[in-house]
């Protein structure tokens, strides 16, 4: 069980990389606030906690790899990299443009600490089977984390993944499914109703947990069981809000890649430090 | 050693020996293993060997995460469903992050004669070669297999490889030296110029006997990597001929010709004619020649084309 001292920190950390996702995004642009909002804590609790990661060495043949499948959430990953020191900071008000290194998908050849490219939706689990397939080959401790969309769950190559892991036994892969309801044109009840989620997983044969995606401890716990899972894959069912933390995003398809106003843009960055603040 | 006329026997013995020096290699089969040959890798590596099932993406996405963690990945399946069904894997999964995955179109163009039009790939090279980084070959016979996989470990990049179905001729020079991206001159001549691939550059060679004995000089060249194309060679070797005629086993639609004649563009060059399936799929067929003959596949065709063109 985590100390009182490690959540807190990771907590504060979380709003951190929701606060790099808003200066991120900006004024009058889009950018893809909900799905990566949703994201903050398990991210947070990855590279701040669970994964052995050094950001000092960062191409580590035994290192734990953090692929991205719902990659247009990609602005956490970068505001994770950019608290690590991985990416410059200078490079948040650089997303997407042409002479910057954070493209508006995942692009390993562009930006440090990405490990794989997506963006095409459902390949990203497939790319993790392989790597810890590679890894086990080379009897490396290291493992994979994959997080999924649960709007993304509707691609067939995910299901094609979802059988080959458990049938090679692999048991150093973790999958999440950020499971926040809404997907890009609205509630995935309304576009593309996926129901049992638990069950198809658990019949696929793989250990599954469900968890509130914003509880540090939760996401902590579930790591930790899923270490101690051995000859099978898991995955952790995430339930989480869409655009957590920024009041106008939450629970609406309008920030999947939304444009903030200027005063919009302004409450987001005063709620994350309102509740940041609360956290201390 | 006596070499085996066909392809599929050749790449899979290659892949055993890649496999045998080179610890990394690693293959992916999607339940043709048998067709493929890849069953002989697994013989030989069965740690090393991913029986995926039937699905083509997953397999092409894994390929990629395992050259993410220093794999060399050798997916195997038939042409038409690597270059297909497996597209925007191949896209996006492999070849944007350049991987060093090498992808066996297995069964390619009309090989597959009796199966029919789903299992023949007559516009995989157009597909392979319309994304970027990718590179793609089209050996000619079982020796250029062979010359062409001990190249591979050291390439880099994602490799797309056309292996035919059948026994081809063996018509590559044991000693000459090769290299991925070389058009290779497999017989010199002065009146006109064949640029072929895969199947058809023996067929080029039997028309230039042909052509020979009426007093038509061919020249013959073997295009046996269509990306990256040495545009450099083919300007040279179209050069001082009266007609050029290309010859793929393979859609005229963005194949080996329209790729010649892109390599050609800003030159003056003789009059060029395309052989190849016309912008049509194909068909079940009793044996392979058959299948050749009804697509125009055949070194008449080539002698017959040439002819034409040198009337012009």
């Known amino acids: ?280 | 050693m006596a070499v085996s006329n066909n392809l599929r026997t050749a790449y899979g013995t290659a892949l055993v020996e890649l496999g045998t020096k080179y610890p990394d290699v690693v293959a992916l089969e999607a339940d043709l293993g048998k067709s493929t040959q890849s069953v002989m890798f697994k013989a030989a590596f069965p740690e090393r060997y991913f029986e995926m099932g039937i699905a083509e993406q997953n397999m092409t996405s894994t390929a990629a995460g395992l050259a993410l963690s220093g794999k060399m990945p050798f997916i195997n399946t038939f042409a038409v469903f690597a270059s297909g069904r497996a597209y925007d894997q191949l896209r996006n999964s492999v070849c944007i992050p350049k991987l060093n995955v090498r992808i066996c179109g297995s069964s390619s163009g009309l090989s597959d004669y009796g199966d029919g039009k789903t299992h023949q790939s007559i516009e995989d090279m157009s597909i392979m070669r319309a994304i970027p980084n990718m590179t793609v070959v089209c050996p000619a016979d079982s020796i250029e297999v062979a010359k062409l996989m001990d190249c591979l470990h050291d390439y880099r990049g994602p490799v797309y490889i056309r292996i035919n179905r059948n026994d081809l001729p063996l018509i590559y020079p044991e000693r000459e030296e090769y290299h991925i991206g070389k058009v290779t001159k497999m017989r010199d001549g002065h009146d006109a110029a064949v640029f072929a691939c895969g199947v058809m550059v023996s067929k080029a060679l039997e028309a230039a006997r042909e052509l020979e004995r009426e007093g038509i000089s061919l020249r013959v060249l073997n295009v046996g990597t269509i990306k990256p194309l040495d545009r450099e060679a083919v300007i040279e070797y179209a050069k001082g001929v009266r007609a050029i005629v290309t010859a793929e086993e393979h859609t005229i639609v963005g194949g080996l010709g329209s790729a010649i004649v892109e390599a050609l563009r800003a030159e003056r060059h003789a009059p060029v004619e395309f052989l190849g399936v016309k912008d049509c799929f194909g068909t079940s067929a009793e044996n392979y020649d058959l299948i050749l003959e009804k697509y125009g596949l055949t070194s008449k065709a080539i002698a017959e084309s040439v002819r034409s063109l040198l009337v012009k």
Do not use: C
């Open chain 1, 1 to 280: 069980m985590a100390s009182k001292e490690t959540v807190t920190r990771l907590s504060r950390i979380a709003y951190d990389l929701r606060e790099n996702i808003v200066r991120m995004i900006g004024v009058g642009k889009a950018g893809h606030l909900g799905g990566s909002s949703s994201l903050a804590e398990i991210v947070t609790a990855l590279y701040f906690e669970h994964m052995r990661y050094d950001r000092k060495n960062i191409r580590d043949p035994n290192r734990d790899r953090f692929v991205l499948s719902k990659g247009h959430a990609v602005l956490v990953q970068y505001a994770a990299l950019i608290e690590l020191g991985v990416i410059p900071r200078e490079e948040l008000t650089k997303v997407k443009t042409l002479n910057g290194m954070l493209q508006g998908h995942p692009d390993i050849d562009k930006t440090p600490g990405l490990e794989a490219v997506t963006g095409s939706l459902g390949q990203g689990l497939s790319i993790a089977l392989g790597m810890a397939l590679a890894l086990r080959l080379d009897k490396s401790p290291a493992r994979v984390f994959v997080v999924m969309g649960d709007g993304e769950l509707s691609e067939g190559q995910l299901w094609e993944a979802a059988m080959a892991a458990p049938k090679y036994g692999i048991d150093n892969l973790v999958g999440f499914v950020d499971r926040n309801r809404i997907q890009a044109t609205g509630p995935t009840k309304e576009i593309f109703d996926i129901p049992e989620i638990e069950e198809k997983w658990k019949a696929f044969g793989w250990n599954v947990l469900t968890i509130d995606g914003h509880d540090v401890v939760a996401v902590l716990g579930a790591l930790e069981k899923a270490a101690q899972t051995k000859g099978k894959p898991t995955v952790i069912i995430a339930n989480t809000v869409k655009g957590k933390g920024i009041s106008f995003a939450e629970n609406t398809a309008a920030f999947h890649n939304g444009i903030m106003s200027r005063e919009q843009y302004d409450t987001a960055l005063a709620e994350i430090e309102a509740a940041r603040a609360a956290l201390a």
